[in-house]
């Protein structure tokens, strides 16, 4: 009778060991469950919802009032460390940017000049973004009529996006109003005060109503077929696939007529291929 009592005794004990042990073991999991998913983590006995409390009020009483000196009680959650460094910068290439400015004298002392057909006051100044040959996000500026500056930018905006590649963007100040040096150097601008090429009116670009859109890749053609540009030679045949190139009814042709541009290259006799004007001229 003894033997059986004692038997019974050391059941119910375990019993008790056994739920007190996993109410220990439940706090510890639930502590550890609340770092992964807060940045500030409380101790487990202040929070009232995590799993750890739901399992000790389920708990007997008996159980409850046992304190087992072989659990070692969870340690206070810490803060995680911040991480140090710079923040990250997203990746690819920037958005399109444009500003639309004032023009300076001193920003057109070369190409602008008293009894040009447009006065200073109605020239505009765009710095914007541009899609390099180098396959990277440039800054570029051309300078054109105020009444065309947003159309323009527009425009540009759209090339940026298609990824049509520009060799460089600078006002033809830079080349002290050489339009030749201009375009031997592959550059793209807008207003010039001078006359259209083999004429003695004036052009669209004096009013700054003209844009030329990479000059060596899209060249001048005289009508027999030559050009004033020897970098420009491997490029005269239309039509022709290489970066940069401008072709009959492509998206660069698209874009400009969507703000009621023509292109040269649509002219009969000689061809323009880099020239875009508000009248087509």
């Given at each position: 009778?003894?033997s059986?009592?004692?038997?019974?005794?050391?059941?119910?004990?375990?019993?008790?060991?056994?739920?007190?042990?996993?109410a220990?073991?439940g706090?510890?999991?639930?502590?550890?469950?609340?770092?992964?998913?807060?940045?500030?983590?409380?101790?487990?006995?202040?929070?009232?919802?995590?799993?750890?409390?739901?399992?000790?009020?389920?708990?007997?009483?008996?159980?409850?009032s046992?304190?087992?000196?072989?659990?070692?009680?969870?340690?206070?959650?810490?803060?995680?460390?911040?991480e140090?460094?710079?923040?990250?910068?997203?990746?690819?290439?920037p958005?399109?940017?444009?500003?639309?400015e004032?023009?300076?004298?001193?920003?057109?002392?070369?190409?602008?000049?008293?009894?040009?057909?447009?006065?200073?006051?109605g020239?505009?100044?765009?710095t914007?973004?541009?899609?390099?040959?180098?396959?990277?996000?440039?800054?570029?500026?051309?300078?054109?009529?105020?009444?065309?500056?947003e159309?323009?930018?527009?425009?540009?905006g759209?090339?940026?996006?298609?990824?049509?590649?520009?060799?460089?963007?600078?006002?033809?100040?830079?080349?002290?109003?050489?339009?030749?040096?201009?375009?031997?150097?592959?550059?793209?601008s807008?207003f010039?005060?001078?006359?259209a090429?083999?004429?003695?009116?004036?052009?669209?670009?004096?009013y700054?109503?003209?844009?030329d859109?990479?000059?060596?890749?899209?060249?001048y053609?005289?009508?027999?077929?030559s050009?004033a540009?020897?970098?420009?030679?491997?490029?005269?045949?239309?039509?022709?696939?290489?970066?940069?190139?401008?072709?009959?009814?492509?998206?660069?042709?698209?874009?400009?007529?969507?703000?009621?541009?023509?292109?040269?290259?649509?002219?009969?006799?000689a061809?323009?291929?880099?020239?875009f004007?508000?009248?087509g001229?």
């Open positions: 009778m003894t059986l009592w004692n038997r019974r005794s050391a059941v119910v004990m375990a019993a008790l060991v056994g739920m007190t042990g996993c220990g073991v706090d510890a999991g639930a502590s550890a469950t609340a770092r992964t998913r807060v940045s500030a983590p409380a101790p487990a006995s202040s929070a009232p919802d995590s799993p750890a409390s739901a399992t000790s009020s389920a708990a007997p009483a008996s159980s409850a046992v304190t087992p000196s072989s659990v070692t009680p969870s340690p206070v959650p810490v803060s995680p460390t911040p140090t460094g710079p923040t990250p910068s997203p990746s690819g290439p958005p399109f940017s444009a500003t639309v004032k023009v300076s004298r001193d920003d057109v002392r070369h190409s602008w000049r008293p009894g040009c057909p447009v006065p200073l006051s020239l505009r100044k765009i914007m973004t541009y899609w390099g040959f180098d396959g990277q996000a440039h800054t570029g500026t051309l300078v054109v009529n105020k009444k065309v500056a159309d323009v930018a527009s425009v540009f759209k090339l940026y996006d298609m990824r049509y590649p520009i060799r460089r963007m600078e006002p033809v100040d830079v080349y002290k109003g050489s339009d030749f040096d201009s375009i031997e150097a592959d550059n793209t807008a010039n005060c001078r006359n090429t083999g004429s003695g009116s004036w052009s669209n670009h004096a700054g109503l003209a844009v859109l990479n000059p060596r890749e899209n060249p053609v005289y009508a027999n077929g050009n540009h020897r970098n420009a030679d491997a490029f005269v045949d239309r039509p022709l696939k290489k970066p940069g190139v401008i072709n009959s009814g492509d998206r660069v042709v698209r874009a400009f007529e969507q703000i009621g541009w023509g292109w040269g290259g649509s002219w009969s006799g061809k323009d291929y880099q020239h004007s508000v009248n001229r």
